[in-house]
Structure formats: C-alpha cells, structure tokens
C-alpha cells in the first residue's frame, strides 16, 4: 500500500521577498520583483534587467567561516531549508537520521564562483585558484551542505533538468517517502546566475525579454506583446513526510502531494513540441498518479515564462487534458512576478500552490493587458482572486524537452 505524503514546512528565498510571508504577501498584491541588473555591469547587454534577490543577508542563515567557501545557491538553498526545518518541527535525531533525505534541483550551479575563479586564473595563474572553488561549483552541493546542517542521512541528490529541475526534486522525494524508503525529505529547487555568462547565453539566444527601460513590466505571460522571459534567482524549500510519521510527531500539515509525472518531448534542444505532446502526456500521468479526474483541478501554476513558444504550447496542452474543464480552471504564472528562476522555478512555485491552497488566495498574472488570442483561458488578470482551491496543479518544462507536473491537495 502506497503511503500517503504531506507538506509541512516551507521556505522561501525569492526576488520579490525574504521568507514565506513577505514572498507571499507581495505575490499576492501584484509587486513585480525585478530590476535593472545591479550584480554586474550590464550596460553592454542586450538584456539589463533581472528578478535579483534583495537585501539577502548570508550571516542570517550560514555560518562566517562558511560564506565565502560556498557558492550564493547554497546560501540560498541553506536559507529555505532553515525556513521550512523550523516551521516543520522536524529534529533530525541519529536514529532518524538515515530515514530523512535531501534532494534540491538546480540547473547551473556554481556558475558566479565559474566567472570569478577564471578570472582568477587569466590573471593571477594557477595556483591562486582557490581550494573550494571544485565544492562551490557542483550543483549538489546544496543538498550536501543542507544534509551537513541538519544531520539527514538519507538520499542526497541534486536534480540537473534545466528548468523542471526543482519540480522533480520534489516529485522524486515524494516518491521514496511513498515507497517507504524514507520517512522524510528535505527538497525544492535554488539557483543564482544572474550572472554575465548566463545572461549574455541566454542574450544570444534571443530568449529574454528586453524590456529594459520598464523591467517590471517585462515578464508578460500570456500578452501578445511578450518578448521573452526574466532571468531570476532565490530558492523554493518545502519538507515531505510520510503522514503517519507527521501526525505522531504532532507536525503542522499543509497540505499533501498526491500525484508527479514526468516525461519527455524529444522534439527540439530548446523549443516545446508545438503540440503540447509531452506536456499535456505529463499532466494526464499526474492526474493519474493522483487518482484524480481532471475536472478535481481547481488552479494550476503555469510554466508561463512569457515567451512566445511556451504559453502558448502550454494553453494548447492544457485545453488537451482539462477538456471543457479549462475553461473554469484558474490558471496564472507567477513569474509575472519573480521572473524565471530557472533550475529554482520548480521549488518556489511549489511553495506558492501550497499556499495557495492554505489561504484560499490565487496570486495573479500581472501585466497581461492585451490577452494572445492563442492564449484564452482564465489567468487571473492583475489581481489575486479569493477561491476554495482544494487541488493545485503546478507546472514546469525545460531544454532538453524535459517536464515534471505535481499536484497538491488539501489535507483532509
């Protein structure tokens, strides 16, 4: 018998705040998160703009010794995991300790620590190269500094799959606790590359929007004038547990995850299958791993990346799946907001159908004022809208043609 898994404790890192509440509360009032780029000269950019975390403060949540022998992701990552450990309640003893995972997804890495370490070695040479540079490049070394803090020593993993990378994560952790190997796991999504390889790469491919002298208006999704995405940063964090285990242990529930799929387009490097297949094959196997008709669906956390390709593969697979359904979906993309996170995506706006579940809050999409006809479902124009959500569907497609559906419910 497949046990059942549940939410309790989240942790949020992201442009448009510090901490669950402050994300969710300027989410919630349509407060874009991004600006002009400020952690690096981009003045000779296509793109100067960027959904930067501000006021991030590393001391808050890491130790001294350790900030400048860890890559930013990591501060990230260590600052939603502390956030979500705190508000579960989990202590991580030594006979729990085997039984308790961590699993974070992130597309880049260490790719500031990259630049600057180059650098280094053009100019300085070789053996000023610094000895953690190796540790703070690789991507898993968010869960491995996340399993060092709390003691878990269970699965550590970091998922590579572009931008459904944070959503696997989760979706993979659901599973191992589902099958009994772990009775909890730590996990979500970060990534901090706002940085002049990423963006003048992501430049070149006429990706991102350059929108630069309005940048909160320039992550449009669904807007027929959209021109590309926003490049952000931050960390979405959320702890899993097996129910029984967090009903003996008295830890607040949230909400539970009852259903992942994931699947392949196999169709271009970059580019969606224009007809939805492997979304619209992703969210059926989803709803299929839940147990649940489509008609259950009450709101869906969109890819929606505002680029042309995306939103408008994703309305075309969503209408494939939900039928006539779509239609009384809500549907939104918060990266009207935080921009694209990326490898980070997955795991902040995991956290955000969570909540919108616990609050009866939709969060908006901002800036769609001229609707794409190909794009004609309900996205919760500008405001957020007051709604009983019992089941969120969130979203995530990557390079590579890989995508990952979880679905959430409210516990009962």
Same mark, same amino acid.
């Given at each position: 018998?497949?046990?059942?898994?549940?939410?309790?404790?989240?942790?949020?890192?992201?442009?448009? =705040?510090?901490?669950? @509440?402050?994300?969710?509360?300027?989410?919630?009032?349509?407060?874009?998160?991004?600006?002009?780029?400020?952690?690096?000269?981009?003045?000779?950019?296509?793109?100067?703009?960027?959904?930067?975390?501000?006021?991030?403060?590393?001391?808050?949540?890491?130790?001294?010794?350790?900030?400048? %022998?860890?890559?930013?992701?990591?501060?990230?990552?260590?600052?939603?995991?502390?956030?979500?450990?705190?508000?579960? =309640?989990?202590? !991580?003893?030594?006979?729990?300790?085997?039984?308790?995972?961590? *699993?974070t997804?992130?597309?880049?890495? =260490?790719l500031?620590?990259?630049?600057?370490?180059?650098?280094?070695?053009?100019s300085?040479?070789?053996?000023?190269?610094?000895?953690?540079?190796?540790?703070?490049?690789?991507?898993?070394?968010?869960?491995?500094? !996340?399993?060092?803090?709390?003691?878990?020593?269970?699965?550590?993993?970091?998922?590579?799959?572009?931008?459904?990378?944070?959503? @696997?994560?989760?979706g993979?952790?659901?599973?191992?606790?589902? %099958?009994?190997?772990?009775?909890a796991? !730590?996990?979500?999504?970060v990534?901090?590359? $706002?940085?002049?390889?990423?963006?003048?790469?992501?430049?070149?491919?006429?990706?991102?929007?350059?929108?630069?002298?309005?940048?909160?208006?320039?992550?449009?999704?669904?807007?027929?004038?959209?021109?590309?995405?926003?490049?952000?940063?931050?960390?979405?964090? *959320?702890?899993?547990?097996?129910?029984?285990?967090?009903?003996?242990?008295?830890?607040?529930?949230?909400?539970? $995850?009852?259903?992942?799929?994931?699947?392949?387009?196999?169709?271009?490097?970059?580019?969606?299958?224009?007809?939805?297949?492997?979304?619209?094959r992703?969210?059926?196997?989803?709803?299929?791993?839940?147990?649940?008709?489509?008609?259950?669906?009450?709101?869906?956390?969109? @890819?929606?990346?505002?680029?042309?390709?995306?939103?408008?593969?994703?309305?075309?697979?969503?209408?494939?799946?939900?039928?006539?359904?779509?239609?009384?979906?809500?549907?939104?993309?918060?990266?009207?907001m935080?921009?694209?996170?990326?490898?980070?995506?997955?795991?902040?706006?995991?956290?955000?159908?969570?909540?919108?579940?616990?609050?009866?809050?939709?969060?908006?999409?901002?800036?769609?004022?001229?609707?794409?006809?190909?794009?004609?479902?309900?996205?919760?124009?500008?405001?957020?809208?007051?709604?009983?959500?019992?089941?969120?569907?969130?979203?995530?497609?990557?390079?590579?043609?890989?995508?990952?559906?979880?679905?959430?419910?409210?516990?009962?």
């Amino acid at each position: 018998m497949k046990k059942r898994v549940v939410v309790t404790g989240l942790g949020l890192v992201t442009p448009v =705040g510090i901490g669950v @509440h402050e994300s969710w509360d300027n989410l919630c009032r349509g407060k874009s998160g991004l600006g002009p780029i400020t952690h690096f000269d981009a003045s000779a950019f296509r793109t100067r703009i960027a959904g930067e975390v501000k006021n991030f403060k590393a001391q808050d949540f890491v130790a001294q010794k350790m900030i400048k %022998r860890l890559d930013v992701f990591v501060h990230f990552a260590l600052a939603a995991a502390r956030m979500a450990m705190e508000q579960s =309640g989990l202590t !991580i003893t030594s006979e729990l300790a085997p039984y308790v995972g961590v *699993m974070t997804g992130c597309g880049l890495g =260490g790719l500031r620590t990259l630049e600057d370490t180059h650098t280094v070695l053009m100019s300085r040479g070789p053996d000023r190269i610094s000895p953690f540079f190796i540790p703070m490049l690789i991507a898993n070394m968010a869960p491995g500094q !996340i399993a060092i803090e709390y003691g878990a020593k269970g699965p550590n993993l970091s998922i590579q799959t572009a931008c459904a990378a944070g959503n @696997h994560a989760i979706g993979d952790s659901y599973k191992l606790i589902q %099958r009994g190997t772990v009775k909890a796991m !730590i996990c979500g999504g970060v990534e901090a590359v $706002i940085t002049p390889l990423a963006v003048g790469g992501f430049c070149a491919m006429r990706a991102l929007s350059t929108r630069n002298e309005e940048p909160e208006k320039a992550s449009r999704p669904f807007d027929k004038d959209r021109d590309g995405f926003v490049v952000a940063e931050g960390s979405g964090i *959320m702890i899993l547990e097996e129910l029984e285990f967090a009903q003996e242990r008295g830890a607040p529930i949230l909400a539970e $995850i009852v259903g992942y799929g994931l699947t392949g387009d196999a169709y271009h490097m970059t580019a969606p299958s224009p007809d939805g297949d492997g979304a619209i094959r992703c969210m059926k196997m989803a709803l299929d791993d839940a147990g649940l008709n489509p008609e259950a669906v009450d709101y869906i956390n969109a @890819h929606g990346t505002s680029t042309d390709l995306n939103d408008a593969a994703e309305t075309l697979a969503i209408k494939a799946v939900f039928k006539e359904h779509s239609y009384n979906l809500a549907v939104s993309s918060t990266k009207s907001m935080t921009g694209h996170l990326l490898g980070g995506a997955g795991g902040v706006e995991s956290v955000f159908s969570v909540l919108t579940i616990r609050e009866g809050l939709i969060p908006p999409t901002i800036n769609l004022d001229h609707p794409d006809p190909q794009c004609d479902l309900d996205y919760v124009p500008g405001q957020a809208r007051r709604a009983d959500v019992k089941v969120a569907m969130t979203n995530s497609f990557g390079f590579g043609g890989t995508n990952a559906v979880l679905i959430f419910k409210k516990y009962t």
